[in-house]
């Protein structure tokens, strides 16, 4: 694909974004906010009068533009919450990795046997395996500083192949036991450089741990950049001089890599079938579906947010709504005038309806693209534990967001709009001519 | 458009409101002729049907019978759009609260029925300006209405009602919020208008002392004409030249708001 294909994309493209309705969405609403745009701009005269009016009632109009801005700005978050899950969830799907855990949920773990088990049992299927456990550490009085995990280093960069780590901190990383292997923001986060200790002490695990950081790692966009990755056998070996080893021997989950992505449904069932009946059954699935298990115990998200996001729309359109109401009655004498003076009702109309739009666009921009920039610049992701890849919001999600802001004042216009220029003339004068 | 001479024409011209069930006729087949220039009162007492006529005269409203022919248009016949559309051309509105938009200066509520015309920027700001030193506020026209006083915003209004050079002037009871000495300054800016400018003024009023600047005087009593009293012209005590306006106008500036 060249540079020209991905900015010209073909009319197949198009109607395959066209497809998500929230691109649809999007794309009626950009045309007509141009249709209302170029309308707007037929009445260029007026939009001195028109901005004017929209401050008329400062306090008033800037508690309608808050909250056009709160509820804008939360269903920013809201759906970059939903984009970013979908996009990390998704973005695994290239790596050809399956996940092997406890048959009885991710909170059991499995024994270390399984990783050289399926390495010797599918040697032919997959690159590498690697046992993938949770430590939990507290650093100093944080409770969640950023995740870390036991892994087989050595496995670990032949199955992560997307982590950009440089060759000479690998190699370290590799050769020193108590070694780890850091995302870059934590290193940024923290101030923390290559020979730094990182002392972790964990609730899971007796055995506190001694890091020093060995290797730094950048990562994809939609991957963590704030995880810590250690020697699966230090901790091991830690926890066999304390309590008995107490919790040594496990994996918690077995991470492989398959050669090929079409022989991974037939090996997710291999190794399953293998542990069927062992004390420690298994369930294996990809690495995209392990991920999405987190999304799933939030339950049924997008249409918790879908159902928040009507009730916000209809509470501004209320909002809006009943601020240009209170305007348009305080203004009968002077739009009476206005009509007396010539201006005609679809004028009138117009007049009003450009000035609700401006009220909820002015709210929109500020809301909707003012959280974009904001999330751009601002990393949220640093107060997730590392448990959020990245936090931000996408432009079509930005635009999305301006698009409801456009509506609301389309439909808090109109009515006021139309009560706006059926006043009769006399009435509304009422004895002043 | 009609074959007729007069400025403002009406036969058997009746206006019947409906309230809720009820009929309430305030015109009563009412004939009236109105040369063009002539600077009408209407006088009467409350409910004699004086603004309701003023509002047929202005296109504001449809006589239920009869026609009401301005300028040789027959009203009747127009459309709501088309109507409005007259009015912008052909009338200028002079009311007894001013009406100014808040939000505009001076300036901008006068360019205000320019913005419908398609004269080009320079020629509408030509053209405020000159209405605005017209009515003596030359040096007002950044003045938001909150800062000017009673008298002052009544000569923005009238400068709004000539500023389109419109061939009919209308006004209500354009006095009755103001001072006597801001009263007479207004009043002495219609005669300018009708005698200077020739325009066609109908105004009504209740102050017999504004009347008596008119050259006609209607009155009016139950939706019936029952006076009409015709005055030889420019025979009245008030007599001022439109330098001596426009001087005496100039005095009033920093008056304080009458009300």
């Known amino acids: 694909m060249t540079a020209s294909d991905a900015t010209n994309p073909t009319p197949a493209q198009l109607l395959e974004l066209a497809r998500d309705p929230i691109n649809l969405f999007v794309l009626v609403s950009l045309l007509a906010m141009l249709v209302a745009f170029l309308v707007a701009f037929s009445q260029v005269r007026f939009w001195g009068l028109i901005l004017r009016n929209v401050w008329r009632n400062k306090a008033r109009a800037a508690l309608t533009i808050g909250s056009t801005v709160v509820c804008m700005g939360l269903m920013m978050l809201l759906l970059a919450f939903i984009t970013v899950q979908n996009a990390s969830v998704s973005s695994l799907r290239a790596y050809n990795r399956i996940v092997t855990m406890s048959s009885q949920g991710f909170g059991q773990v499995v024994p270390i046997k399984y990783v050289s088990d399926i390495e010797t049992e599918f040697a032919e299927w997959i690159v590498a395996a690697t046992p993938y456990s949770w430590y939990g550490g507290k650093l100093g009085e944080e409770q969640l500083p950023f995740a870390q995990f036991a892994v087989d280093p050595a496995k670990f960069v032949q199955i992560y192949t997307e982590y950009e780590i440089p060759e000479d901190q690998k190699q370290a990383w590799l050769n020193d036991p108590a070694g780890c292997l850091i995302g870059y923001k934590i290193a940024e986060d923290r101030g923390y450089k290559i020979g730094d200790t990182i002392p972790l002490v964990s609730d899971i695990y007796e055995f506190p741990l001694e890091l020093t950081v060995r290797a730094i790692y950048r990562a994809p966009a939609a991957t963590s950049q704030r995880v810590c990755f250690f020697h699966w056998n230090y901790l091991e070996e830690g926890l066999k001089t304390k309590a008995e080893g107490r919790n040594a021997g496990n994996a918690g989950v077995v991470v492989t890599k398959c050669r090929e992505a079409r022989a991974m449904p037939e090996l997710c069932a291999r190794i399953d079938g293998l542990n069927a009946s062992s004390q420690y059954p298994t369930r294996t699935q990809t690495e995209e579906a392990f991920a999405a298990q987190f999304a799933e115990f939030l339950g049924d998200l997008p249409t918790i947010i879908r159902n928040i996001g009507m009730a916000v729309v209809f509470v501004l359109v209320c909002v809006a709504g009943n601020t240009m109401a209170m305007a348009i009655r305080e203004r009968v004498v002077e739009l009476s005038v206005m009509r007396a003076l010539g201006f005609v009702r679809r004028q009138v109309f117009l007049l009003v309806l450009i000035e609700s739009l401006a009220l909820t666009l002015i709210g929109g921009v500020i809301g909707a693209i003012g959280t974009k920039l904001w999330l751009d610049w601002f990393d949220v992701s640093k107060y997730a534990g590392g448990f959020v890849a990245a936090f931000y919001v996408t432009w079509p999600t930005a635009l999305a967001g301006l698009s409801v802001a456009f509506w609301v004042g389309l439909l808090s216009g109109v009515p006021a709009a139309a009560r706006a220029a059926s006043i009769p003339v006399v009435a509304g004068l009422r004895k002043v001519v | ?259």
């Open chain 2, 1 to 259: 458009m009609t074959g007729s001479d007069w400025a403002i024409e009406l036969r058997e011209v009746s206006k019947t409101y409906h309230r809720d069930q009820f009929e309430v006729p305030v015109l009563d087949r009412l004939n009236l002729e109105v040369e063009e220039g002539e600077f009408l009162a209407l006088m009467g007492p409350s409910g004699s049907g004086k603004t309701t006529l003023l509002n047929l005269i202005a296109g504001l409203d449809f006589a239920t019978e009869g026609e009401v022919i301005v300028h040789g248009q027959d009203l009747g016949v127009l459309s709501e759009d088309e109507i409005t559309r007259w009015r912008g051309e052909n009338v200028g509105f002079i009311f007894q609260t001013y009406n100014l938009v808040p939000v505009l200066t001076a300036f901008e509520n006068v360019e205000l029925p320019l913005l419908l015309t398609n004269l080009p920027r320079s020629r509408r700001r030509r053209n405020v300006a000159t209405a605005l030193k017209v009515v003596g506020l030359g040096d007002r026209m950044d003045h938001y209405p909150r800062q000017l006083s009673g008298g002052q915003e009544q000569r923005v209004s009238i400068a709004r009602a000539i500023v389109t050079d419109p061939y009919l002037i209308v006004a209500d009871e354009p006095t009755g919020d103001l001072d006597r000495h801001s009263a007479e300054e207004i009043l002495d800016l219609l005669e300018i208008l009708n005698r200077e400018f020739e325009k066609t003024i109908v105004m009504v009023t209740h102050d017999p002392r504004a009347a008596e600047r008119a050259r006609r005087i209607l009155r009016l009593d139950k939706g019936q004409l029952v006076g009409d009293d015709t005055r030889p012209s420019h025979d009245h005590d008030h007599d001022h030249g439109p330098r001596e306006v426009a001087l005496a106008s100039s005095q009033v500036n920093g008056e304080e708001r009458s009300s």
